[in-house]
């Protein structure tokens, strides 16, 4: 298991920590497989957590892409405008999204969401399911 990707300003001396590249490499296989990718992207960090070229090795994979943080963003803000803004960043990448949702960990706001739409996916298609949390500088 990758446990996350050294970024800049993480830690450099940690084990667990590998290479965006080294990571691409290691997950490569899943482009051959029928699989369900489950993407966590942190909202805080939106392009330092989204993994270059995500598409080497997803495919033509579907996407269920996971913003998190979301509590962290000001309370103002407008969910519905960053949810534009997420699918129209996706749309540029060129991936297979099936859906985005926003998320909190803390508040478990969003998660109910997720969960379902896995589990019916996986009911649906019989897809493996991977899930890919990239922790970029943590």
Same mark, same amino acid.
């Given at each position: 298991?990758?446990?996350?990707?050294?970024?800049?300003?993480?830690?450099?001396?940690?084990?667990?920590?590998? @290479?965006?590249?080294?990571?691409?490499?290691?997950? @490569?296989?899943?482009?051959?497989?029928?699989?369900?990718?489950?993407?966590?992207?942190?909202?805080?960090?939106?392009?330092?957590?989204?993994?270059?070229?995500?598409?080497?090795?997803?495919?033509?994979?579907?996407?269920?892409?996971?913003?998190?943080?979301?509590?962290?963003?000001?309370?103002?803000?407008?969910?519905?405008?960053?949810?534009?803004?997420?699918?129209? @960043?996706?749309?540029?990448?060129?991936?297979?999204?099936? #859906?985005?949702?926003?998320?909190?960990?803390?508040?478990?706001?969003?998660?109910?969401?997720?969960? @379902?739409?896995?589990?019916?996916?996986?009911?649906? #298609?019989?897809?493996?399911?991977?899930?890919?949390?990239?922790?970029?500088?943590?």
């Amino acid at each position: 298991m990758v446990t996350a990707v050294g970024g800049h300003g993480g830690y450099p001396g940690g084990k667990q920590f590998v @290479s965006a590249e080294e990571l691409r490499e290691k997950l @490569s296989y899943l482009r051959h497989e029928k699989a369900l990718i489950v993407k966590l992207v942190d909202i805080v960090d939106f392009n330092g957590s989204f993994l270059a070229r995500i598409r080497d090795f997803a495919g033509a994979n579907p996407i269920v892409l996971v913003i998190t943080k979301v509590d962290l963003l000001p309370r103002d803000t407008d969910l519905n405008c960053i949810g534009d803004w997420v699918v129209e @960043s996706v749309v540029r990448k060129k991936l297979n999204v099936l #859906s985005v949702h926003l998320t909190s960990s803390k508040s478990l706001v969003g998660i109910t969401g997720v969960i @379902s739409e896995i589990q019916q996916e996986k009911k649906v #298609s019989l897809l493996s399911t991977y899930c890919l949390p990239i922790c970029v500088g943590c």
